[in-house]
C-alpha cells in the first residue's frame, strides 16, 4: 500500500524568509505527485502537480516543487514566503497508471509566517 | 455549478442517529471521491465512483457508511448509526473523466455527541 510522510507538523517562519516542506512516498510504481493547500477556511487548492518529465515543476503563488525518484521526494519550496501564505499544506499521491484520481495524502504541514 | 458544493456544511448529530451528506460536483465531471479528515488520521480516502458505479469503496470504515451517484451527478454518503469516532470533516472531490486532477469541496464538518 502507497504511504505519504511529511516531515513537519507545523513550521513557523517570518516573512521573506525561505520554505521547504518535505515530503516523502513509499509506492514501488510510476507515481502521481500532488501539493494541495488549505487556506484557513477554505477548501483545498491544487497547488502543483508532477505527472513526468521535468522534476522540477512550477505552481501557483510562487511555489516549486522537485520530484527525485530515486529518494522518493517530492519536497515543496518557495524562496521566500509572505503572511498570506499562512495554511496547511498536503502532500499527496495516486498510483501511477490508475485512470483514476484516488489519492493518498500525508498528514499535512502546517505553515505560519508572521508579518 | 462553478466548484464542487457540499451540504450541510456543518452537522451535529446524536450518537446512533442516521446522517446523510450531499456531494454536488463539477457540472460535467464523471469521476466523484469522498475522503475523510480526522484529527490523528489525515486525509483519507473513502470511495471512488465513475458515472453512478462505485469501483473502489475500498476506504469505507464499516458497513454503517454506504453512498451513493445518482444520475452521474449527486452523490449522499449515508452513514447508520453514528458513533463518536465517526467525527469529521467529510470532503468531496471531482475530476473530469480520465483526469486524476481532483478539485473539492468545502467539507461537511460532522459532530457525534
Known amino acids: 500500500a502507497q504511504s505519504v510522510s511529511q516531515h513537519n507538523h507545523h513550521v513557523i517562519l517570518s516573512e521573506a524568509a525561505s520554505l521547504e516542506l518535505g515530503c516523502n512516498y513509499s509506492y514501488g510504481g510510476t507515481v502521481n505527485l500532488f501539493w494541495y493547500v488549505q487556506y484557513p477556511g477554505q477548501h483545498l487548492q491544487l497547488l502543483l502537480k508532477?505527472?513526468?518529465?521535468?522534476?522540477l515543476v512550477k505552481g501557483i503563488k510562487g511555489f516549486e516543487a522537485e520530484f527525485i525518484k530515486s529518494k522518493f521526494s517530492f519536497n515543496l519550496r518557495k524562496p521566500s514566503v509572505q503572511w498570506s501564505d499562512t495554511a496547511e499544506y498536503f502532500c499527496a499521491v495516486n498510483a501511477g497508471g490508475t485512470s483514476y484520481g484516488k489519492l493518498t495524502f500525508g498528514q499535512g504541514t502546517i505553515l505560519t509566517v508572521h508579518p | 455549478g462553478a466548484g464542487v458544493s457540499q451540504s450541510p456544511s456543518n452537522k451535529v448529530t446524536e450518537k446512533g442517529k442516521d446522517v446523510e451528506l450531499r456531494c454536488d460536483p463539477i457540472?460535467?465531471?464523471?469521476?466523484l471521491y469522498w475522503y475523510r479528515q480526522s484529527l490523528g488520521q489525515g486525509l483519507e480516502f473513502l470511495i471512488y465512483?465513475?458515472?453512478?458505479?462505485?469501483?473502489?469503496k475500498s476506504g469505507l470504515p464499516s458497513d454503517r457508511f454506504s453512498a451513493e451517484r445518482t444520475g452521474g451527478s449527486v452523490s449522499t454518503l449515508t452513514i447508520q448509526r453514528t458513533q463518536q469516532e465517526d467525527s469529521a470533516v467529510y470532503l468531496c472531490?471531482?475530476?473530469?473523466?480520465?483526469?486524476?486532477?481532483?478539485?473539492f469541496g468545502q467539507g461537511t464538518r460532522l459532530t457525534v455527541v
Open positions: 465512483f465513475q458515472g453512478n458505479s462505485a469501483p473502489d
Open positions: 472531490a471531482s475530476s473530469s473523466q480520465g483526469s486524476t486532477e481532483a478539485f
Open positions: 457540472s460535467g465531471h464523471t469521476a
Open positions: 508532477y505527472f513526468s518529465g521535468d522534476p
